[in-house]
């Protein structure tokens, strides 16, 4: 074990600690709560209140005891009343910390909630690059450690440091104006003793409690990462590759455990050390006292029972210092989140999108996701009111990318987008987003039920507008084929659905969610080619007479576009018809004599001998 003034932490930021603190009594005093402000005063006076009693109960201890020495008081009840008020003393002080803690309860737990859901919020108001950057597991631990290291630092904040505080000066009063002045310096010299040594240790200690939470969210991270693809796992047989990844993190975190616990004793020691060194020096001065005959047998133990009373809360002050130390790291990284800047942000004042027709203009945009990798060059092109517009291009040449600008995920670097004449820059993201529905190429579902999963599209939508949605998407029969129908589970990402059905629950979202514009990013890639004609045709009906964007692989879903848009390497390099562009022999027709190829060999590698035809069996040849 290092020694104190070796191998020291991290610098603590001050500045974000006292940030952290300032959001917890803006929280705690909230503006225009009036009930809440309330609580809040009446809490406080009954703090006070209890640590009045709470300091008086030895000095009813020490009257019942010199009453029971003065042979005149034993001839009279005095120290039976002095007794039940020693005990009816000892009750109020507990029950006014009860009242004041039911009383109390409701503004802390406001308080927490509103700041685990400013975070949520804020976490979802970032743009795509930071969740597209960020590992979910080690973010969810980080929320649920910052959301614990609040309650614990709001409870024991106003509920035990201020408090011991307080008692401490009144006993200090009490000490100096009752006895010698030098009980009060002593037991004074004694708190500020064991309070430095306190903070010392633990800000030496917090190197390793940074390096417990650094290992715990990298072992979390690890083993949602992990979970969350286990097909993956399971088709390489990495499931021991995976265990020693995991194991990395918790050997890491067993070590700094390891070193925080010994550390954890070393504390113990000294403060239990400090505590009676100080209370064998008071004791002994009040003993001298009676000896001398300056106190009597009642102050000697009503000394005894002030720092006995004084030092218990102060023990545990110094186990609330660590903790709360501990709940400072924890919450400096979660409120860390909230100093995220978002990079998509609505301009003061925006107005909402105004859709008349819907028409999409992309003017001469240029958009890179860093400096050194350029997707798009120079790309125009118009989507009328109510026509469609098909993007195609091989792997690589930016059709998706026009989807995330479309939808403004990211902004373009030059050039401007455009929705019936307004820069998608200047209006509201949630209008827009309102604006346009979107069917992804990879679609990922909520672990719940079907119909939540369809219902997300708009969830004010009554169920026979749920159902009618998924017969637009030709889902209903099979969904009302399951034992539970619409409400059978999805599983993890939608994991119990094949490809094509997630897909379809994917278009029946968005047909519910009845947009203006629409955008299809290879909506039908997963399924197989008699559903794709069936969904290709529902696509058709719900498409027409709306503005729409189809980013497709499959050619074949793209012959009755309105204008195809021949994108390669970012840049624009054909558009026209689809029969145009055939009988220009350009990139376009190339890629379509290529998919026919590929599709011609595909029909002969599969056939149906005349053997097993009546059985209706299907083989692929060798």
């Given at each position: ?5 070796t ?6 930021d ?12 803006r ?10 402000r309330?609580r809040?005063v009446v ?8 640590k009045?009693?709470n ?26 009343v ?12 507990q029950?006014f910390?009860?009242v ?34 960020r590992?979910?597991?080690g ?8 959301t ?7 409870r ?11 008692e401490?000066a ?23 003793g ?33 979970l969350?693809?286990?097909?993956t ?10 265990a ?7 050997r890491r975190?067993?070590?700094?455990a390891?070193?925080s616990s ?26 001298q ?13 009503a ?17 609330a ?15 860390g989140?909230l100093?995220?800047q978002?990079?998509?942000s609505?301009r003061?004042?925006?107005?909402p999108?105004a ?10 945009v ?7 990798r ?7 092109f118009?989507v ?27 902004d ?12 998608i820059?200047g ?5 827009l ?5 979107v069917?992804?190429q990879?679609?990922v579902?909520?672990?719940d ?10 969830p004010?939508a ?18 009302v ?6 409400e059978?589970t999805?599983?993890?990402r939608?994991?119990?659905l ?6 379809r ?20 890639s997963a399924l197989d080619?008699?559903?794709e004609?069936?969904?290709?045709r ?6 027409r ?5 189809v ?10 576009s ?22 220009r022999?350009g990139?376009?027709?190339?890629m ?20 097993l035809?009546?059985?209706g069996?299907?083989?692929?040849a060798?």
């Amino acid at each position: 074990m290092s020694p104190p003034g070796t191998d020291r932490p991290p610098a603590i930021d001050r500045k974000r600690t006292w940030g952290v603190i300032g959001i917890l009594v803006r929280h705690l005093w909230p503006k225009g709560e009036t009930n809440l402000r309330l609580r809040v005063v009446v809490a406080m006076v009954l703090l006070v209140a209890a640590k009045v009693t709470n300091v008086y109960v030895p000095l009813l201890y020490k009257d019942a005891v010199d009453s029971l020495s003065s042979t005149a008081a034993q001839a009279v009840a005095v120290p039976i009343v002095l007794i039940l008020a020693y005990g009816a003393a000892r009750i109020l002080a507990q029950a006014f910390g009860e009242v004041r803690d039911a009383i109390f309860a409701p503004v802390s737990q406001r308080a927490i909630r509103n700041l685990a859901l400013e975070v949520f919020d804020h976490l979802h108001a970032l743009a795509l690059r930071f969740h597209l950057e960020r590992q979910t597991g080690g973010l969810s631990r980080v929320i649920e450690r910052g959301t614990q290291g609040m309650e614990f630092l709001i409870r024991f904040t106003t509920f035990n440091i201020l408090p011991t505080l307080f008692e401490i000066a009144l006993v200090g009063a009490i000490l100096w104006n009752l006895y010698d002045w030098r009980f009060s310096v002593v037991t004074m010299a004694v708190i500020a003793g064991y309070i430095v040594f306190s903070i010392v240790l633990s800000e030496w200690r917090i190197k390793f409690v940074r390096r417990m939470n650094d290992a715990d969210t990298e072992a979390n991270a690890k083993a949602i990462d992990s979970l969350l693809n286990y097909e993956t796992v399971k088709y390489f047989g990495n499931e021991t590759h995976e265990a020693r990844r995991f194991d990395v993190g918790r050997r890491r975190y067993e070590t700094a455990a390891i070193r925080s616990s010994r550390t954890l004793s070393l504390l113990n020691i000294g403060q239990g050390a400090i505590i009676s060194v100080g209370l064998v020096a008071v004791m002994a001065m009040a003993g001298q006292g009676v000896v001398a005959g300056t106190m009597t047998i009642g102050d000697f133990v009503a000394v005894n029972a002030f720092l006995i009373q004084l030092y218990m809360p102060l023990n545990l002050l110094g186990f609330a210092y660590r903790e709360i130390r501990n709940s400072l790291v924890n919450m400096e990284k979660m409120f860390g989140l909230l100093e995220v800047q978002t990079e998509i942000s609505d301009r003061p004042g925006a107005p909402p999108l105004a859709v008349a027709g819907g028409e999409i203009v992309f003017d001469h945009v240029d958009f890179h996701y860093e400096p050194a990798r350029p997707i798009l060059h120079d790309v125009s092109f118009t989507v009328p009111s109510g026509k469609t517009v098909a993007i195609v291009g091989s792997s690589g040449a930016g059709k998706s990318t026009v989807s995330r600008i479309l939808f403004r995920f990211y902004d373009v670097a030059g050039g401007s987008v455009r929705i019936d004449g307004q820069d998608i820059r200047g209006v509201q993201q949630k209008s827009l987003r309102a604006a346009i529905g979107v069917v992804p190429q990879d679609t990922v579902l909520f672990n719940d039920t079907i119909y939540y999963n369809i219902a997300y599209g708009r969830p004010e939508a009554t169920r026979e507008e749920v159902e009618h949605a998924a017969r637009l998407a030709r889902i209903h029969d099979f969904i009302v084929a399951l034992p539970q129908g619409y409400e059978a589970t999805v599983g993890e990402r939608g994991l119990k659905l094949s490809g094509g059905e997630k897909q379809r629950v994917a278009i029946a979202r968005t047909i519910l969610k009845n947009p203006q514009i629409l955008l299809f990013d290879e909506a039908t890639s997963a399924l197989d080619t008699r559903t794709e004609q069936e969904i290709q045709r529902s696509l058709e009906e719900v498409s027409r007479g709306r503005t729409t964007v189809v980013i497709a692989h499959r050619l074949s879903t793209i012959i009755n576009s309105d204008e195809i848009v021949v994108l390669d390497r970012g840049r624009v390099a054909e558009r026209g018809r689809h029969g145009e562009l055939l009988a220009r022999g350009g990139l376009y027709a190339d890629m379509w004599r290529r998919q026919q190829e590929a599709a011609a060999e595909a029909e002969r590698h599969v056939e149906e001998p005349p053997s097993l035809r009546s059985e209706g069996h299907l083989r692929v040849a060798d």
